[in-house]
């Protein structure tokens, strides 16, 4: 009975192979898309997908309804259940769903979805380096290197899509007497949850309907050159944005406290860029 089983070990590593390859490719492509919902009735709504192949990751986001104007932190959030929380979760009455509210549903943050240069949770608050939504929406495209922990998110389809920045009050700002959970040098509204969307199969080759654009408040192409100029001193107008708890990211870049808002910072633009944040007052 052995006799009748045994096979050549060329043969059986010849047939062996094809198999191993295909489980490489699999476990490491695939395409992922994200249904965004509002959260702290934001109004936001749009479509996220994204395409692994190896360790690059295509990213491309349309979103509408944002504060108009003003920059969006957005990252993928990872390590928690996969899922979205709602606005329900504001565990302590103040009116707003946290950030670290919404933390046991989406997790840490694992990759910070920037225009350029840096993608790591150190740049989870690198505001002159998120999307602007010029006329409350956002184009966004970028190709970039995503690490072990993050494909291994996307993997066990417990990788978040989460867009940051609401304006509950409707003042046309980043304002409000409720503080930022993360720096109480900042309103709640800069840093608050305002869309979210598990990241989950999707067939490969799809894309967000309209795609990406380029220009104001969108990226094109790995990463393109030209970042919105929005200095991170920006969201206070006086003092740089402090840094966001270890439970949701390990640490953040503190950006140059020298940076302004001015249209030398971007040069597809030709006119002074708005800043819509509250200034400090002492």
């Not at 495209?141 to 009050?169: N, Q, S």
């Amino acid at each position: 009975m052995r006799k009748a089983f045994a096979l050549p070990t060329v043969a059986i590593a010849a047939a062996a192979f094809p198999l191993l390859t295909m489980s490489a490719a699999s476990a490491h492509s695939g395409s992922y898309q994200a249904d965004l919902g509002a959260l702290n009735q934001s109004g936001v709504s749009g479509t996220g997908m994204v395409t692994i192949e190896g360790n690059q990751a295509t990213v491309m986001i349309e979103a509408s309804g944002l504060l108009a104007g003003s920059p969006h932190a957005q990252h993928f959030h990872i390590g928690a259940l996969g899922q979205c929380p709602t606005d329900a979760d504001d565990k302590d009455g103040d009116g707003f769903l946290s950030t670290t509210e919404g933390a046991p549903a989406y997790g840490a943050i694992g990759t910070s979805l920037t225009t350029t240069g840096d993608t790591s949770p150190d740049s989870g608050l690198a505001v002159d380096r998120f999307p602007t939504a010029d006329n409350g929406t956002v184009s966004y495209e970028r190709t970039f290197e995503i690490t072990d922990d993050v494909h291994a998110a996307f993997d066990a389809g417990t990788a978040v899509l989460v867009l940051h920045g609401v304006d509950k009050d409707g003042s046309g700002a980043y304002d409000g007497d409720v503080k930022s959970d993360l720096d109480p040098a900042l309103p709640m509204e800069a840093t608050a949850p305002a869309a979210c969307g598990p990241l989950t199969a999707a067939q490969m080759g799809t894309a967000p309907s309209g795609g990406a654009e380029t220009g104001a408040g969108s990226t094109a192409g790995t990463e393109q050159q030209g970042a919105l100029a929005f200095g991170a001193l920006a969201l206070t107008g006086a003092a740089a944005a402090g840094p966001w708890p270890t439970a949701v990211v390990r640490r953040r870049t503190r950006p140059d406290p020298g940076r302004s808002c001015r249209a030398a910072d971007h040069p597809a633009r030709h006119e002074p860029t708005p800043c819509h944040y509250p200034r400090r007052t002492s």
